[in-house]
């Protein structure tokens, strides 16, 4: 399958799985597993961010480890640059690794305290021996100027920052390896609003300066209208829809990017949101729903035995939108709650 058109992907994922078993005694193997991803496909081209996105719990930040394997998948396939990660071996993948880079939720809990901010910056430099002594001083201060720091600053601990200067810092240890690729792990949501700005605007000038490409990961819709190409949908450990962003919030196909996007406020006096208000909690990944995982919450009018009964795929419906609804082609869109950026 695929999800994207023109040249060849920097990341293809393919079938990516992660299933962790529920505890069992010491003389049998466990008999159930919970699913946290469960067979997860896309690409993602060099200076394209692709944002993912879904309820808490629903798979969004394995999904980002296991395809750095900070996490083992299960099963499936992952290619960066045209080699297969789940291929090599420890050394091989040590040396890659200096191009795929993470930027964690939590911009404090990422930081040794231990260590000066220069110090942490400075690590991945010397781990891959891309610079040493004065020449390491240099980019760590060219770095931290480059994230809207002082090269002064270079001194000081993570406890004498804000929380967004925090993020600033763990932003500018993912670029210290010239990195390629960066899994964005929420990286806005610990953060006040007028600063989540400042961050989203910062890694949006860092993308066109330096050609990265974006896993952003976030359940912000108003943040990923402002910063995705293109946006996945997850549910239950499956993506259900993947579209480009104008696509996705002008005509959302699938209910439940329906429901999620109807979710998101609206910001006009007297305009009422048409909300759709969903039953019940999401299943279990631990004994998920056979057929459409959302059909136990699934609304739409037309749902039947099928939905039950066989797991829809995803498909293209029209260029460059993927959806997984056995119905799709008679769900009625929704009036675009959110105007994308």
Known sequence: ??????????????????????????????????????????????????????????????????????????????????????????????????????????PFGSLNPRLTIGAAIREGLLVHELAQGAEADRRVAQLLE????????????????????????????????????????????ALDVSVQAQVVNLLRDLQRDRG?????????LAVVSHMADRVAVMYLGRIVELAPRAALFAEPRMPYTQAL???????KPGRAPRRIVLAGDPPSPANPPSGCVFHPRCQHPAKDARCTRDVPVLAEKSPGHWVACHHVDVTTPLPPPLAPA
């Open 1 to 106: 399958m695929s999800v994207s058109s023109g040249a060849t992907p920097l990341l293809e994922v393919r079938d990516l799985a992660k299933h962790y078993p529920v505890q069992g005694s010491w003389w049998r193997s466990p008999s159930q597993f919970i699913r946290a991803v469960d067979g997860v496909s896309f690409t993602l081209h060099a200076g394209e961010t692709l944002a993912l996105v879904g309820e808490s719990g629903c798979g969004k930040t394995t999904t980002g480890r296991a395809i750095l394997r900070l996490i083992e998948p299960t099963r499936g396939s992952v290619r960066f640059d045209g080699q297969d990660l789940l291929a090599l071996d420890r050394e091989p993948l040590r040396r890659l690794r200096r191009h795929m880079q993470i930027v964690f939720q939590d």
């Open 146 to 189: 480059e994230v809207g720091l002082r090269a002064e600053h270079a001194s000081r601990y993570p406890h004498e920052f804000s929380g967004g200067q925090r993020q600033r810092v763990g932003i500018a240890r993912a670029l210290a390896v010239a990195p390629k690729f960066i899994v964005c792990d929420e990286p806005v949501s």
């Open 212 to 220: 990265l490409a974006y896993l952003f990961i976030a359940h912000d």
């Open 261 to 267: 996007l109807s979710a998101v406020p609206v910001p």
